[in-house]
């Protein structure tokens, strides 16, 4: 079941888009390597993706809306297994070589014909009631906070925090199934600057000089690609986007439009941001109606801007501030994309091939920051 409506590219990647962009961000092979052959970085992503299988095959067993989900979920786990053992042996077969779009979308691919639509839904919805409860006390810290570049960083490391519930990382899924995750000791807790790729300090002083304007009648506009449902979207980002707003900005948030693990869906996000307004449809004391919920066409969770919704582009168009926030959508897939305005790739590295690949620390952070002059 692929997204249903028409898909074009993002609108502000630099073109022609054949030459300039490549959604995934490392590369499994070389054109030098033999074509039959899996290199040893395949086989080490390979053997990642084969390690999530216990854990996606637990969640589809108790999956209450497919009629005989443990034996569903036992040929899920068969066939999706039987598939990646087939691309080790054979990286040209399964429509292969291999990237992580290829193998995400497999997955889903699998999961879909046997009947689970979104195995992560419970956990998302008890995750989700949970963040919304401390949304109000995560803002009234922020505002708290008198010095505006102070602010920005204590809302970038509520990103960070917010970021760390993703069960896609077999260690994390381990983690959160034995006690769950804390917002707040997640804040105190990332790791020390600097990080991996450390653009904070450009990115406070662009911030300081609030030089994101256009002419006076025409408001500054930043997107937002999203990622993971509770604590990442409602404590992280939707903090980031309010702070946004109060500054005059538009904000376009664009989530996935069918469900993939836990991140957040559309529809998910729409209600998400009606349960948090107040009666005269503001967040907290901010009005929002300069915010606006965009389905960007993508079922996975990772995102190749070639194909997003027509929607997404529309809204998109005319924007001054690209921000893709995750491991999945700015640091795998992304990282080294280019676009005609400036940009912000954030995300927690959750993966030890990604922390290898970038030469950091597993939990580590990236923020990348560029700007385009004369935008």
Not at 286 to 297: P, Q
Not at 343 to 371: T, W
Request: aromatic residues 8%.
């Amino acid at each position: 079941m692929e997204s249903s409506c028409e898909m074009v590219a993002f609108p502000l990647l630099i073109t022609p888009i054949e030459s300039n962009y490549r959604a995934c961000t490392i590369p499994y092979r070389f054109p030098s390597d033999n074509p039959r052959k899996a290199t040893p970085t395949e086989v080490s992503w390979i053997d990642l993706f084969l390690k999530s299988v216990p854990s996606f095959r637990q969640r589809a067993e108790s999956d209450i809306t497919v009629a005989d989900a443990p034996t569903k979920a036992e040929k899920f786990a068969q066939r999706y297994t039987e598939i990646l053992e087939d691309i080790k042996k054979d990286p040209e077969s399964h429509g292969g070589p291999p990237d992580c779009v290829m193998l995400c979308r497999i997955r889903e691919q699998v999961l879909r014909e046997l009947g689970f639509r979104d195995i992560f839904k419970k956990v998302k919805d008890d995750e989700n009631a949970k963040a919304i409860s401390l949304f109000e006390d995560v803002v009234k810290i922020n505002d708290a906070i008198e010095d505006a570049n102070k602010r920005v960083e204590s809302l970038i490391r509520g990103i960070f925090a917010g970021n760390i519930f993703d069960l896609g990382s077999a260690e994390l899924a381990e983690v959160f199934a034995s006690d769950g995750m804390s917002f707040l000791a997640s804040c105190q807790n990332i790791v020390n600057r600097p990080w991996v790729i450390d653009d904070l300090d450009t990115f406070k002083l662009k911030w300081s000089k609030k030089s994101w304007k256009k002419a006076i009648y025409l408001s500054f506009q930043a997107v937002i690609f999203v990622d993971n449902s509770g604590a990442d979207i409602i404590l992280g980002i939707l903090p980031f986007a309010r702070e946004l707003l109060r500054r005059g900005t538009q904000v376009v948030l664009a989530a996935n439009d069918l469900p993939s693990i836990n991140d957040v869906t559309y529809p998910e996000l729409v209600e998400i941001i009606s349960k948090l307004k107040d009666e005269n449809g503001q967040l907290m004391g901010v009005d929002t109606s300069n915010l606006l919920i965009a389905n960007s066409g993508n079922d996975l969770p990772v995102i190749d801007l070639a194909s997003v919704s027509q929607e997404l582009a529309y809204l998109a168009s005319d924007a001054d501030l690209v921000i893709l926030e995750g491991m999945g959508r700015g640091i795998e897939t992304n990282l080294y994309a280019q676009f005609r305005c400036d940009s912000i790739k954030i995300g927690m590295v959750k993966h030890p091939e990604v922390a290898q690949f970038l030469g950091g620390r597993l939990y580590d952070c990236v923020i990348k920051y560029n700007e385009v002059l004369n935008h």
